[in-house]
């Protein structure tokens, strides 16, 4: 393999594997890259089983109606179509979120529509046929009765009980508060007060794999085998022998490759219930392929909050307090990832964000609409808070008529630990650090001294900036601090076989971003061995230990990786004993490195681990010094919560009469604690602030009024291309945390929480002569362009 | 996604291609690039029962560029057209189109003779090409004829062919001396279809004055606008920015937009008004004769 150059402004270089040198913090170049590039990775469209049939799901066509009869005669009659099944033919429990916060009204999803669709998309029935192409020629001729019923589609009328009812009890599935402090006293002592309304858009994760699964029933021994495209296999697992009724002894669930994921993965699907369902009542391997249009249209959406915010502040600039209320549109179901408070909740939480704010009020909403439900997608919760937060605070310096980013800086923690009013414990960071640093780099200086209204026929141009806090490596720990009673711990074992290959077995399957280097890294290190004599193996139920969260929330470098570092550690000891029993020598005089055993002081004793792991299984006399010579250790971990931190910087030009932006530089300060290998983690920032930008400029779901969808196809729903984007400056600062193994952070999420907040202060900054305020996105040019044309008039 | 059943001819000649038209008439589609067709079909929006596929067809994908003009065939990528070096000298219009049609990739593999046949009114060629007056040589079953890209649009994705005819070439002028052009068009994204489009066209006289204009607008009526009759107030005089954004004000009352994915209609007129006015403007400064 050839050592690759990693991006510009960043400081990594690609290297081979090094032998003794630590291998943590060494940008050491993919482990899967030449099998995934050859082609050679599986996804669930490469999984053939013996006599396969193939699904596709009739949808509803409506966004709210009643459900009458499903007739599948005329499907059936083509030659090829094997069954046609409806609800009634699949009986199973609904999907439930198992979320226990109170106040929450549930709202059980079937896997297939009963009564009732709630959302254009929604799976009625299924066609299994001989191939695809076959299985849609039948999904036409099936025959529903519909009933059509007003949708309900603005989550304020949804809040205030206006329109049918999706589900007994109304609309309306939570309303709450956080109190912390005196926000009124606050207020009343305030000498500005800043207020602003936030409607953050409804996004679509659009992994580039889209869903899909392979469903297999073994009637012999009753194993269903689901192959699906998962981030949580044994969440999945659990959400399936709870629908289908089988002990999760008998449900098996693999993840093979997963081509992206970004959270639409992390849920049970109603979609992959029905094929688990269709394959038994069939008796045949059935595969669901989900294509494009099905998943813009049913996959589920992220992100959608309407946000209301107001600021208190001293006339110096102190920030004195917050109030907030936060609505989020959940779409049609409590969906059963995380529910419908999945949003604001996890906004709610967060909103202080990295400023000192002790008096704090927000009131919390969730409502359904006739909507695809709404799941988790990269930054979960966080990026219409801190959008909202940030174009707050960029109104409140341009009240005060003071800079933003010094109004920030002052306000912001600077020391830690720090306890934030709504109960997160910041660990660690750089906060003000990564915020100097990210103004150095762009010469904030100077392009404020070039500030200004642009000259006639030139175009506006601004800053923006948007320093971030992101919790990460969700443990049990991290997701109670987000006020979320969340089992979110790992389990993982680490093995060496005869031969003196290792490998390490855990829950959390890869859907990308190059889990299976750095973890081979940190097991590497941790044993005292070479990179390649690592295998990491993930996501199969029946062979990988559980991860009761699965890959999610950032967390699989500190919880798993954690785990990993401590499995090794112990691994490392008995090894190191065994090896004594063989050198003859005593366990803290044998060191292992790079593989090799040898003795302190004499370089005449050594052994290999081949010939160390030969002893450990066959040398029946071993067991006298050491009664379990198994080269097998299992670690269960869940650490503490830890949080990352930096900022984005975002310099775009507008046309003015045009209404285009042209985003001139985007720049990202990034602090996740101890990097394991920088190369992944600049890969993960690149690829968040992409969407970040996507989010800001062009993504966003669309209804009509009658609730059908308008965005359903990828010219409709604008995800930004490379030739979007400008290239990405890349800088580091480093605050390991003081209570994760090796002080490990999450990364993964952060562009896609602050990059929007970026892009829009910058807007918001080249556009502020006209007056023009941002309040949703993506961006509406045309406000901008009517401004400057009633400007010019 | 899958398309429906689908019979798939690939003929040799065109006489071969025009009798499989004139025997499935409504019931075939022509393959060109494949670029518009077969996503349409994949969603079964078009659902031929016969499928004509042209790219067989020997010597259908020439490109000539002669005294009298271009011909550019029915299977001529767009990306040859696009890099062609005579193209670039005398017809620079259309290269500056094709590099704002998708990405290279679907360049590749589309068609210039497609995207006109494909007809959609916010594309980039036929508003191109019409501005450069072309004019597309049929075939059908009865023989050849001749049809100026300006009887050629009827409506979004409809044209003047019948079903049983094949669009053979485009054939474009060659244009007069003093002559410059611009497209300019904004879109959401790189490679986008544009919210809205311009191609002019000004050819100057020895002293700078405006002397033949062409003007057309993508995406600000039904079929690619012509807004020569606007444009022509220019005539006589040189380009100025006072004449050209009066031109940007009289084709945006002119033009009939409409709220569609990509913005509102009122977006569009005010974009239409900006766009043509820059667009004048630079096509008469690449005439040579900017004051
Ligand atoms: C991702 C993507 C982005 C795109 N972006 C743009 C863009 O920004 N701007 C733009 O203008 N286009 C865009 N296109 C469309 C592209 O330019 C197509 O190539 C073009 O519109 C059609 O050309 P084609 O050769 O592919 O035709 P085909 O798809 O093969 O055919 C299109 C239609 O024309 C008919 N047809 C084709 N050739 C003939 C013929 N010789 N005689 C009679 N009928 C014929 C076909 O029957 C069909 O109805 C995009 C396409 C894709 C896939």
């Known amino acids: 393999m050839q050592p690759l150059r990693s991006s510009e402004g960043s400081a990594s270089t690609l290297v081979e594997a090094p032998g003794a040198a630590p291998l943590v913090g060494a940008p050491v170049a993919r482990l899967d890259a030449a099998r995934l590039l050859r082609g050679q990775g599986r996804y669930i469209a490469d999984i053939e089983r013996a006599g396969m049939l193939h699904a596709c799901f009739v949808r509803s066509p409506h966004a709210h109606a009643r459900l009458g009869a499903v007739d599948g005669a005329a499907a059936l009659a083509l030659e ?92 309306l599935l939570y309303r709450g508060e956080i109190v912390a402090g005196d926000v009124e006293a606050a207020f009343a002592a305030a000498d500005h007060v800043v207020s602003a309304r936030y409607h953050g858009n409804r996004y679509a994760a659009v992994p580039m794999e889209a869903r899909g699964c392979v469903a297999e029933h073994d009637p012999g021994s009753g194993e269903l085998t689901l192959w699906c495209s998962t981030q949580g296999p044994h969440q999945l697992r659990r959400r399936l022998s709870q ?73 110096d600039g102190t920030f004195l307090g917050l109030r907030a209320r936060i609505l989020g549109d959940a779409g049609a179901y409590s969906h059963n990832s995380t529910s419908a408070l999945i949003e604001p909740y996890l906004s709610a939480g967060l909103m202080p964000g990295v400023y000192r704010i002790r008096d704090y009020r927000c009131e919390i909403l969730a409502a359904v609409t006739n909507k695809s439900p709404v799941a988790p997608y990269r930054g979960v919760g966080w990026t219409a808070g801190h959008t909202a937060r940030e174009l707050l605070i960029e109104k409140a310096a341009r009240q005060l008529g003071v800079d933003p980013a010094q109004l920030r800086r002052r306000n912001m923690v600077d020391s830690f630990p720090y306890e934030s009013c709504t109960g997160m414990l910041y660990d660690s960071g750089s906060y003000v650090a990564s915020l100097d640093r990210a103004l150095a780099e762009i010469g904030y200086e100077e392009l404020r001294r070039e500030g200004g209204p642009p000259a006639a026929g030139q175009p506006a141009v601004g800053v923006g900036v948007s320093p971030y806090v992101e919790p990460t490596g969700w443990g049990s720990d991290g997701a109670l601090q987000s006020r979320w009673s969340f089992a979110s711990h790992d389990s993982v074992r680490i093995e060496i076989d005869p031969s003196g290959a290792v490998t390490a077995a855990v829950g959390t399957p890869s859907q990308g971003q190059g889990h299976e280097t750095m973890l081979a890294q940190i097991v590497a290190d941790g044993l005292g061995v070479e990179l390649d004599r690592v295998r990491v193996v993930s996501g199969d139920t029946s062979g990988t230990p559980i991860s009761t969260a699965g890959t999610r929330a950032s967390r699989t470098a500190v919880v798993v990786g954690g785990a990993l570092a401590l499995a090794a550690e112990e691994l490392r000891a008995k090894l190191e004993r065994i090896a004594a029993y063989l050198l003859d020598a005593e366990p803290d005089q044998v060191r292992i490195e790079a593989g090799r055993f040898a003795v302190a002081g004499d370089s005449a004793r050594e052994a290999t681990l081949r010939e160390v792991a030969e002893v450990a299984f066959y040398d029946p006399a071993l067991r006298a010094r050491l009664p379990d010579p198994s080269l097998s250790v299992s670690r269960f971990h869940d650490p503490p919560a830890s949080y990352a931190n930096g900022c984005v910087v975002a310099l775009v030009a507008v046309d003015v009469e045009t209404g285009a932006v042209t985003l001139r530089r985007l720049l990202s300060v990034e602090d996740c604690g101890t990097v394991v290998n920088p190369a992944l983690v600049d890969g993960q920032v690149r690829g968040a602030l992409a969407q970040g930008v996507g989010g800001a400029l062009l993504e966003q779901v669309r209804y009509g009024a009658d609730g059908t969808m308008l965005s359903g196809d990828l010219r409709r729903y604008k995800l930004p291309k490379a030739t979007d984007l400008p290239a990405i400056e890349l800088h580091h600062e480093c605050s390991p945390s003081p209570f994760t193994v090796n002080g490990m952070k999450g990364v993964g999420e952060s562009g896609a929480i602050a990059a929007p907040g970026a892009v829009a202060a910058a807007v918001a900054d080249a ?21 400057a044309a009633a400007e010019r008039s | 996604m899958k398309s429906a059943a689908f019979a798939y001819h690939a003929p040799a000649a065109v006489g071969e291609a025009a009798a499989l038209l004139a025997a499935h008439g409504e019931r075939a589609r022509v393959l060109a690039g494949g670029q518009s067709l077969v996503p349409l079909m994949h969603r079964r929006i078009e659902r031929p029962e016969h499928l004509v596929d042209l790219n067989r067809v020997a010597g259908l994908d020439r490109l000539e560029a002669g005294p009298e003009g271009l011909r550019i065939g029915a299977t001529a990528r767009q990306r040859q057209v696009e890099s062609d070096p005579a193209v670039a000298a005398r017809w620079p219009l259309l290269a500056e189109a094709i590099a704002e049609v998708a990405h290279p990739a679907i360049r590749n593999r589309g068609t210039v003779v497609g995207s006109l046949c494909n007809a959609d009114p916010s594309a980039e060629l036929p508003s191109a090409a019409l501005a450069l007056e072309g004019t597309i040589v049929a075939a059908g079953a009865d023989g050849e004829r001749e049809i100026p890209l300006a009887d050629f649009f009827t409506g979004p994705g409809e044209t003047a062919l019948s079903r049983s005819e094949l669009a053979l070439e485009l054939r474009l002028p060659a244009p007069p001396p003093r002559t410059g052009s611009a497209w300019l068009e904004l879109a959401r994204r790189g490679g986008d279809l544009p919210v809205a489009g311009v191609a002019a066209v000004v050819s100057l006289d020895a002293d700078g004055r405006c002397e033949r204009v062409r003007l057309v607008c993508a995406n600000a009526a039904p079929v690619p606008l012509d807004c020569r009759f606007q444009a022509e107030a220019l005539l006589g005089a040189a380009v100025d920015e006072e004449g050209a954004a009066a031109v940007g004000a009289a084709v945006a009352a002119a033009a009939g937009p409409v709220d569609d994915y990509q913005g509102s209609a009122v977006e569009r007129r005010r974009v239409l008004a900006v766009l043509v006015r820059r667009a004048l403007l630079l096509a008469a400064e690449r005439a040579g004769g900017r004051s």
Request: hydrophobic share 50%.
């Open chain 1, 80 to 171: 090829g179509v094997v069954a046609v099944f409806a609800a009634a033919d699949l009986p199973h429990q609904p999907l439930l979120d198992s979320v226990r916060i109170e106040g929450l009204r549930k709202t059980p999803q079937p896997a297939l529509a009963s009564e009732r669709v709630r959302f254009h998309g929604e799976p009625v029935a299924v066609v299994l046929a001989s191939s695809r192409a076959r299985a849609e020629d039948g999904a036409e001729l099936v025959r529903v009765e519909y009933e059509p019923l007003a949708p309900v589609l603005d989550p304020e009328a949804a809040a205030a009980g206006a329109g049918p009812d999706l589900f007994e009890g109304g609309n």
């Open chain 1, 243 to 315: 629908t289908i009724g089988l002990p999760e002894s008998h449900v098996r669930v693999i993840a093979p490759d997963v081509g992206g994921a970004f959270g639409q993965k992390i849920p049970a699907h109603a979609e992959e219930v029905a094929i688990a369902l269709a394959a038994r009542a069939v008796g045949r391997p059935v595969r669901w392929i989900e294509d494009r249009l099905e998943n813009l249209l049913a996959a589920p959406h992220a992100k959608e909050q309407l946000i209301e915010t107001e600021l208190a502040l001293a006339a």
């Open chain 1, 767 to 787: 556009v502020a002569h006209l007056g023009v305020e941002i309040e949703s996105l993506p961006i509406d040019t045309d406000r901008i362009v009517a401004a």
